[in-house]
Every structure is written in structure tokens, then in C-alpha cells.
């Protein structure tokens, strides 16, 4: 079992930065990959950026050059760095972890003012 807790999401305005962070707990020796999803008001959970454990990263179009995934493996922590923030961006994050299985935080709530 793998447990995911985020925090770090707030208010922010259009250009300010933010850092989101998710710390794993649990049976992390078996985490294979670790990513970042959102959920924009009615819209559906879309893929932001993933990270392997061999430090690999991955990032979806709208957030590319913007946003930078990294980890702590020593903390079992994975960090969002969201950088010139859009109202666009404003939505739900979702920490998830790969681990035989895939295994989601609760979120955090992300608003970006115009």
C-alpha cells in the first residue's frame, strides 16, 4: 500500500509561482514511476507531468517549459515547480505513484487569478 499526501496548492496570480509537493509513505521501495494529474472545473483529469524512478520526466504540451517535476528520494517526495501561471491552470492536483497498482492523493486545489 502506498499513501500520497499533497501540499502546496493556494491562490496565486496570473504570472506567480507556486511549488506543489506530494511525500509518499507506505511500500515506496515498489514505486516504479511518479506524476502529476489535474482536474479543471467540469473538465476531465488530464496528465501534467510524470517522473520515473530513473529520474525520467515527462510533461504535457500546456505545461512544458513552464512547470518542472522533480523528487527527493531520500524524503520520498515529488515536487511540482509551477512557474508563470495561467488562469488556465487553475484545477485540482492530484499526486499519483505507480506501484503494481496506481494510487492517488486527495489533491489540492490550485486557483490562478486574471
Known amino acids: 500500500q502506498v499513501q500520497l499526501v499533497e501540499s502546496g496548492g493556494g491562490l496565486v496570480q496570473s504570472g506567480g509561482s507556486l511549488r506543489l509537493s506530494c511525500a509518499a509513505s507506505g511500500s515506496i521501495f515498489s514505486i516504479n514511476a511518479m506524476g502529476w494529474y489535474r482536474q479543471a472545473p467540469g473538465k476531465q483529469r488530464e496528465l501534467v507531468a510524470t517522473?520515473?524512478?530513473?529520474?525520467?520526466?515527462n510533461y504535457a504540451d500546456s505545461v512544458k517549459g513552464r512547470f518542472t517535476i522533480s523528487r527527493d528520494n531520500a524524503k520520498n517526495t515529488v515536487y511540482l515547480q509551477m512557474n508563470s501561471l495561467k488562469p488556465e491552470d487553475t484545477a485540482v492536483y492530484y499526486c499519483?505513484?505507480?506501484?503494481?497498482?496506481?494510487?492517488w492523493g486527495k489533491g489540492t486545489l490550485v486557483t490562478v487569478s486574471s
Open positions: 499519483t505513484a505507480v506501484a503494481g497498482m496506481r494510487y
Open positions: 517522473i520515473t524512478s530513473g529520474g525520467s520526466t
